[in-house]
């Protein structure tokens, strides 16, 4: 039996929780996360935390962001952390033989490794074979999770990716790159799919989620917003409302939203 998971709740019925892209922000992903358990146990259920990837990059926090992920991976099993871009370049970068050194460059100062970088006190190591070094050894837990990462979680009715899914193709033949990096070909598409598609990768308009017939957009941008979302989702798939951490000035309120398909 996994270390913190009693008999009792391994019997329980779980409540998907999709988070969308939390880019550093610890600060919203830790009361966000209290709230999920706060939630299932008021429905004596489990949570199912499913991350739905670009942990780190462009907030300060994304090594406390990945404790956090981490710990719940741990606690409660079912839970699952899916590959974003972000992600996946910084797992590149710690594990490559041979670094890139422009295209380091580029994800250091324009796309948000400056700051994952500083949250790992990784800046002032010589090297990035160095930096890598240190951080395959001190932090052997986020490296795990983040080599582990899923492209993709298929439940009955729902599936949940970072970016979204190519439109002309079937579920179980989505190239991993899409599922990471698309965005116009599967935003734009308004024909029926075989599943709703939970997802983030693309920044809402107005920081609201954005819902529509075969998908449901849930990045509302929580490193320049302020706002970091969940969508949970009853283990029967019928009943779905939103939880949304929000910062003001230095509070952060947890409050929670209908969602409709």
């Known amino acids: 039996m996994p270390v913190g998971v009693s008999r009792k709740e391994q019997?329980?019925?779980?409540?998907?929780?999709?988070?969308?892209?939390?880019?550093?922000?610890?600060?919203?992903?830790?009361?966000?996360?209290?709230?999920?358990?706060?939630?299932?146990?008021?429905?004596?259920?489990?949570?199912?935390?499913?991350?739905?990837?670009?942990?780190?990059?462009?907030?300060?926090?994304?090594?406390?962001?990945?404790?956090?992920?981490?710990d719940t991976l741990t606690r409660w099993p079912r839970s699952r952390l899916i590959?974003?871009?972000?992600?996946?370049?910084?797992?590149?970068?710690?594990?490559?033989?041979?670094?890139?050194?422009?295209?380091?460059g580029r994800?250091?100062?324009?796309?948000?490794?400056?700051?994952?970088?500083?949250?790992?006190?990784?800046?002032?190591?010589?090297?990035?074979?160095d930096a890598a070094a240190i951080f395959r050894a001190n932090h052997p837990r986020h490296l795990q999770a983040l080599m582990d990462a899923s492209p993709i979680v298929v439940d009955n009715r729902f599936?949940?990716?970072?970016?979204?899914?190519?439109?002309?193709?079937?579920?179980?033949?989505?190239?991993?790159?899409?599922?990471?990096?698309?965005?116009?070909?599967?935003?734009?598409?308004?024909?029926?799919?075989s599943h709703i598609i939970v997802h983030g990768h693309t920044p809402t308009l107005d920081s609201v989620p954005d819902s529509r017939p075969c998908r449901i957009g849930i990045d509302t941008g929580a490193y320049t917003s302020g706002k970091l979302t969940c969508l949970a989702i009853s283990a029967d798939e019928r009943n779905l409302h939103f939880l949304f951490a929000t910062a003001s000035g230095e509070s952060i309120e947890v409050t929670q939203g209908e969602a409709n398909e």
């Open 107 to 129: 994800w250091l100062m324009r796309i948000g490794g400056y700051q994952t970088m500083e949250s790992y006190d990784l800046l002032s190591v010589g090297s990035v074979r």
């Open 83 to 104: 590959r974003g871009n972000h992600d996946a370049y910084f797992l590149d970068f710690m594990t490559a033989d041979h670094v890139d050194e422009e295209r380091f």
């Open 11 to 70: 019997r329980l019925p779980h409540v998907t929780y999709a988070i969308g892209d939390v880019h550093g922000r610890a600060d919203l992903l830790e009361p966000l996360l209290a709230a999920i358990v706060a939630d299932a146990h008021a429905s004596d259920a489990e949570p199912r935390v499913l991350f739905l990837g670009d942990i780190v990059d462009r907030g300060p926090r994304s090594r406390e962001a990945m404790d956090l992920v981490c």
């Open 159 to 193: 599936a949940y990716v970072h970016a979204g899914i190519d439109p002309t193709r079937s579920i179980g033949a989505q190239a991993p790159k899409d599922l990471m990096m698309i965005r116009d070909r599967f935003l734009d598409y308004e024909g029926q799919l």
